[in-house]
Antibody
Framework: EVQLVESGGGLVKPGGSLRLSCAASGFTFSSYTMNWVRQAPGKGLEWVSSISSDSNYIYYADSMKGRFTVSRDNAKNSLYLQMNSLRAEDTAVYYC????????????WGQGTLVTVSS | DIQLTQSPSFLSASVGDRVTITCRASQGISSYLAWYQQKPGKAPRLLIYAASTLQSGVPSRFSGSGSGTEFTLTIISLQPEDFATYYCQQLNNYPRSFGQGTKLEIK
């Protein structure tokens, strides 16, 4: 059974940092592109970042470039999102998702972890 | 960047109805479009990919069609569990993008 379990969310002050993790199991992690998608309270889905299976291709939404860094450890079946210079508008539930390389849809999603940026 | 516009944003329907949601892309995306269903407090669930391929385990009352810039999600014979928010997503280019969502409510 595929499982994606996010952790690391919480309350952080504006300008602060947070590192999200996603533990994957039930599939060959090293074969899949991994993605982060977020959802602000009461709002729609927003794509955040994607990282290819070998980490050679990394993409970010414009509003996160330079502040967020995605990485993965295939030996540990884990995905990470380092978030710096956090703003109030980064407050959201962050979901970890998996997809087949290049044009695959997001087959499975984690349960999400809530990040709240507030003073 | 590719923008996706869903219509309508809100839809009120009854159990047993047939409904159609449209997703329009600002430029051609071939058939690289997926549809997701999300219920309150839950993660999205993949329904359809490649514009018209039903994900395993999804009821056959859901169907998708389209290519290029215009796509539709159709649900025939609505069931109580289908009342949710639906999103389209393009997988043709980065940055990936989602439509703004269509909330399907019970009339």
């Amino acid at each position: 059974e595929v499982q994606l379990v996010e952790s690391g969310g919480g309350l952080v002050k504006p300008g602060g940092s947070l590192r999200l993790s996603c533990a994957a199991s039930g599939f060959t992690f090293s074969s899949y592109t991994m993605n982060w998608v977020r959802q602000a309270p009461g709002k729609g889905l927003e794509w955040v970042s994607s990282i290819s299976s070998d980490s050679n291709y990394i993409y970010y939404a414009d509003s996160m470039k330079g502040r967020f860094t995605v990485s993965r450890d295939n030996a540990k079946n884990s995905l990470y999102l380092q978030m710096n210079s956090l703003r109030a508008e980064d407050t959201a539930v962050y979901y970890c998702t998996m997809s087949r390389p290049v044009t695959g849809p997001y087959d499975y999603w984690g349960q999400g972890t809530l990040v709240t940026v507030s003073s | 960047d590719i923008q996706l516009t869903q219509s309508p944003s809100f839809l009120s329907a009854s159990v047993g109805d047939r409904v159609t949601i449209t997703c329009r892309a600002s430029q051609g995306i071939s058939s690289y479009l997926a549809w997701y269903q999300q219920k309150p407090g839950k993660a999205p669930r993949l329904l359809i990919y490649a514009a018209s391929t039903l994900q395993s385990g999804v009821p056959s009352r859901f169907s998708g069609s389209g290519s290029g810039t215009e796509f539709t999600l159709t649900i025939i014979s609505l069931q109580p569990e289908d009342f949710a928010t639906y999103y389209c997503q393009q997988l043709n280019n980065y940055p990936r993008s989602f439509g703004q969502g269509t909330k399907l409510e019970i009339k």
